[in-house]
Each structure stands twice: as structure tokens, then as C-alpha cells.
């Protein structure tokens, strides 16, 4: 059955680099698209970011455009999300997520980042 199992959460200072990663198995990682997610405390489910099956394009939420970059490598069976210029509202759990914006088919745990001074 399908795994995600997302690491690389912590506590960071505003202005902060994390780096997330998700091992996947259970299905043929490098045919799906994959995103990222988060749900701030009190907050509903949040796209963060897709990146297509082959790497070939990638989204950004506006809220995270040209601070966080989301990548891929098809050979580990790994997704990442670099983040940088952390601020206090990127506080939340993050999800490893199978599927596209639209389309959520699974998910991880989720890796908790909190951004504080």
C-alpha cells in the first residue's frame, strides 16, 4: 500500500532554512505527480506546492513563491521541499501528498516546522 513518510521538520527562526523530505513506496513513484501540504493550528488544509511526475514543471501558493522550491529525485523515491526565508506563518504541519493540487490521493504523517524567535 502506498507510504509517504515525511521528515526534516523542526523549529526554525524567522529568516530560517528547513529542507522536508518524503520516502515513498507502495506505487510507482515516478509516474504521479506529488505535492506538498500544510495545516497551520485552528486552519484548514493548504496547497503548498506540485511538482509534475517527471520534474518537468513545478506550482507554487503565492504565499511560498519564490521562497520555497520543491523538488524531486525519481532514482530514490524521494520528494523534498526546501524552504527558505521561513517566516512565523509558515508554521504548520506539512504533508507529503500523492497526487496533484486537485486531486489529494494519499498522505503522510506529517513533519511539524515551527517558525519562532
Known amino acids: 500500500q502506498v507510504q509517504l513518510v515525511e521528515s526534516g521538520g523542526g523549529l526554525a527562526q524567522p529568516g530560517g532554512s528547513l529542507r522536508l523530505s518524503c520516502a515513498a513506496s507502495?506505487?510507482?513513484?515516478?509516474?504521479?505527480?506529488m505535492t506538498w501540504a500544510r495545516q497551520a493550528p485552528g486552519k484548514g488544509l493548504e496547497w503548498v506546492s506540485t511538482?509534475?511526475?517527471?520534474?518537468?514543471?513545478?506550482y507554487y501558493a503565492d504565499s511560498v513563491k519564490g521562497r520555497f522550491t520543491i523538488a524531486r529525485d525519481n532514482a530514490k523515491n524521494t520528494l523534498y521541499l526546501q524552504m527558505n526565508s521561513l517566516k512565523t506563518e509558515d508554521t504548520a504541519l506539512y504533508y507529503c501528498?500523492?497526487?496533484?493540487?486537485?486531486?489529494?490521493?494519499?498522505w503522510g504523517q506529517g513533519t511539524q516546522v515551527t517558525v519562532s524567535s
Open positions: 507502495g506505487f510507482t513513484f515516478s509516474r504521479d505527480d
Open positions: 501528498v500523492l497526487g496533484g493540487r486537485m486531486s489529494f490521493r494519499s
Open positions: 511538482i509534475y511526475f517527471d520534474g518537468s514543471d513545478t
